[in-house]
Every structure is written in C-alpha cells, then in structure tokens.
C-alpha cells in the first residue's frame, strides 16, 4: 500500500481519538481563554496545503481582538502587546495549535508534514517547489520544526522540508513525532514574532479571520 494512504489512515485513527481524549483540555483553555480577553476562542487563516490549494486553519485565539487588521505578528510594531496572557502561554506551549486536530480528521492537514504556509508566503512556497515540498500533506509539525523553527530563514526552512518530502515515510514520521515533544518541552526555536522574513511554528493571527 502507498504509505500516503497508510498515512492518512493513521491520521484519522488518530485524530478522532485525540479529539475524543482532549475534550477535557479544549474546555479548560476554552474557559481561560474567554475569561483573560474579550473575543472568540477560536480563529481561523487561510493557508496554503497540499498542491498550493487553499483551506483555512483553526487555532485557539492568542490576540487581542483589537489586533490591527492583517498585520502578521512578525511585522507589528510590539507583538507582546497584543497577544493576551493565556495566549502567549498557548503559543510557548503551542497547545493554541491544538484545534488543527480538526484540520487533521477532515483530510486538510496531516499530523505530520511541512507546516502550511500563510495565503501571502509566496516566496516560502516558491521555494518548496524546488524541492517538490508542495507535493506532500502539509502538517501539525514537520521536520523543518524540530530543527529550527521560528529561527529559521525561508531557503533553509523550505530546504528541511525538501528532505522530509525526500524521505517521507513512516520512521521519518515518528522521528518528527517525538522529536517535536522534545522541542515543545524545551520551548526550542520560538522566537514571539518570527524571523526577519517567516514565522513558522509560532504563526501570525489577523483580526479578520475569527471565528464569530
């Protein structure tokens, strides 16, 4: 069997599981959530998945909702004085990616891959191209986060994710799996505010895609 197949298999036992497990902690930060800052609890962006076709992510809220419109994190003047209290507790956690699981079930994302490029990162998606980085289900986490990040560039980034679509395959999952708890745990490579080009890991939020 194709292991893209075998892949998405996994992805839904899992996701459905998770969905199921993680109830009692998407009510808790749901509660903190709405108790620290007025606003939604949930978010969702335009991104860019498997063969550059565009779907919208969902994320837990991290912004004010006062945040100026379209401003990506990364280019807003103070980034701290926008994102709430829970908010920048769930982006050094990034449990504020927990919801994607939702992304993962419905077929948009896989648990792991490349992580989606924002609507307007045309420069990291060109840059995968030469690499074949597109053609592969974009992820919750990937090979690119564990090594690196938000502190990377976009030509090494997109480069990572070469790699891991050069050696996709089901050991490349699991060292991306666990190595991803490593880094969660030791808060590696967040940088509030991304790089001088991309953020990554930790990505940008716009006022206008809340959910209401």
């Not at 994320?59 to 004010?64: C, G, I, V």
């Not at 401003?71 to 504020?96: A, C, M, Q």
């Not at 419905?106 to 891959?113: E, L, P």
């Not at 745990?185 to 209401?212: A, P, Y």
Request: hydrophobic share 40%; with cysteine.
């Amino acid at each position: 069997m194709n292991y893209l197949k075998i892949k998405r298999l996994i992805d839904i036992i899992v996701s459905f599981i998770g969905i199921v497990v993680l109830i009692p902690v998407f009510g808790l930060i749901s509660i903190f959530i709405k108790i620290d800052s007025t606003g939604p609890i949930l978010f969702k962006q335009r991104r860019f998945g498997i063969h550059k076709q565009h779907f919208d992510i969902l994320k837990f809220r991290t912004m004010r909702i006062d945040t100026p419109k379209d401003s990506p994190t990364h280019l807003l003047e103070n980034p701290e004085y926008w994102i709430t209290k829970v908010g920048k507790f769930l982006r050094k956690t990034s449990l504020d990616e927990l919801p994607q699981i939702f992304n993962i079930l419905k077929g948009d994302m896989s648990i792991i891959g490349p992580r989606p490029a924002l609507w307007n990162q045309f420069d990291l998606i060109d840059e995968r191209d030469k690499y074949g980085a597109n053609d592969v289900p974009v992820g919750l986490t990937g090979w690119a986060q564990i090594n690196g990040r938000d502190e990377l560039e976009i030509d090494v980034k997109a480069r990572l994710d070469g790699e891991y679509t050069r050696n996709i395959g089901l050991i490349m999952d699991i060292k991306c799996f666990f190595g991803t708890i490593f880094s969660v745990l030791k808060s590696e490579g967040v940088v509030e505010g991304g790089t001088s080009k991309v953020s990554s890991g930790q990505d940008n939020e716009t006022k206008e895609t809340v959910i209401k």
